[in-house]
Nanobody, 125 residues
């Protein structure tokens, strides 16, 4: 059974950077698209970015384009989210999720079947 564990969150000042990691166990990630989502207090969970199984295709929410970069190392069974130029609006719990047996990124959240427990990101001065 696929298990995902996020790490790398923390408190950072506006303009700072963080690198999140999503490590998998129980199953190889090389066949799955992986997405990063975030949820702020009182708001719905939103997709931030997604990467296809080979890494050849990536998607980003408009709010993070040019600031966040998703990547993966299938040999390490890990997906990363590099977050630069962080803003207070980026604050939230960040989750990674594995697609439900799809190599390409699903069209919406219902296409993701396995979720990590989340890591808190707080952007504040």
């Amino acid at each position: 059974q696929l298990q995902l564990v996020e790490s790398g969150g923390g408190l950072v000042q506006p303009g700072g950077s963080l690198r999140l990691s999503c490590a998998a166990s129980g199953f190889t990630l090389r066949y799955l698209a992986i997405g990063w989502f975030r949820q702020a207090p009182g708001k719905e969970r939103e997709e931030v970015s997604c990467i296809s199984s080979t890494g050849g295709s990536t998607n980003y929410a408009d709010s993070v384009k040019g600031r966040f970069t998703i990547s993966r190392d299938n040999a390490k069974n890990t997906v990363y989210l590099q977050m630069n130029s962080l803003k207070p609006g980026d604050t939230g719990v960040y989750y990674c999720a594995g697609s439900a047996w799809q190599a390409m990124c699903p069209h919406d959240i219902t296409g993701f079947g396995s979720w990590g427990q989340g890591t808190q990101v707080t952007v504040s001065s």
